[in-house]
């Protein structure tokens, strides 16, 4: 199995901040990456694949980049309704997931 | 529009074998490149991938729990079953299922809205 680490597990952010979450994986995957935001109670949504190719309806605040094993997510400006938990997931091979970044309020 | 919904039962004893039961409409499983997943998430803790089940029949889990999950389709009623054998408290989790779509590799764009399993006798 490919294993994934995001880092941080946690993080406290203002609305209107630059937020970078950071993904990596255990072997190189080239850019078969996915990140989701999922809120409380609710399901997944998938937001970038592909490492950085915007999902569609999703809001261009949101961009991925990286390639082989480190990956980041980037909200541009953190809005009320971005405070949730992020996931990345490699798609290179059976699907495997990191922790989770969970974005709270400051 | 593609909806995903799971149903079964909310509370297993131990031993039990679980059944889950996905149920999709606005697309179809002998399209090529689709497929539908199997997820589930303890409560407070991360996504854990279950199982995969493509449009040719091809059926994917992880080495971990592979000798105790089994994934069949049923296209002509729109759905996707998941049995898991031998559960253990553990296993208490929302179980997710979701639209497979092809991206170079397997997306999951739509979700369905979870179904909570209790495991306890």
């Known amino acids: 199995d490919i294993q994934m680490t995001q880092s941080p597990s946690s993080l406290s952010a203002s609305v209107g901040d630059r937020v970078t979450i950071t993904c990596r994986a255990s072997?190189?995957?080239?850019?078969?990456l996915n990140w989701y935001q999922q809120k409380p109670g609710k399901a997944p949504e998938l937001l970038i694949y592909?490492?950085?190719s915007l999902e569609s309806g999703v809001p261009s605040k949101f961009s991925g980049s990286g390639s082989g094993t480190d990956f980041a997510l980037t909200i541009s400006s953190l809005q009320p309704e971005d405070f949730a938990t992020y996931y990345c997931?490699?798609?290179?091979?059976?699907?495997?997931f990191g922790g989770g970044t969970k974005v709270e309020i400051k | 529009q593609i909806t995903l919904k799971e149903s079964g039962p909310t509370l297993v004893k131990p031993t039990q074998t679980l059944t889950l039961a996905c149920t999709f409409s606005?697309?179809?499983?002998?399209?090529?490149?689709?497929?539908v997943g199997w997820f589930r998430q303890p409560p407070g803790k991360a996504l854990e991938w279950l199982a995969l089940?493509?449009?040719?029949?091809?059926?994917r889990s992880p080495p971990s729990l592979k000798s105790r999950l089994t994934i069949t389709k049923d296209t002509s009623k729109n759905q996707v079953v998941l049995k898991m054998t031998n559960m253990d408290p553990v296993d208490t989790a929302t179980y997710y299922c979701?639209?497979?779509?092809?991206?170079?590799?397997?997306?999951?764009?739509?979700w369905g809205q979870g179904s909570l399993v209790t495991v306890s006798s």
């Open positions: 592909r490492a950085s």
């Open positions: 072997q190189s995957i080239s850019t078969y």
């Open positions: 606005g697309f179809s499983l002998n399209t090529r490149g689709v497929g």
């Open positions: 979701a639209h497979r779509r092809d991206c170079g590799g397997d997306c999951f764009d739509y």
């Open positions: 997931q490699q798609s290179y091979s059976t699907p495997t």
């Open positions: 089940i493509y449009w040719d029949d091809d059926k």
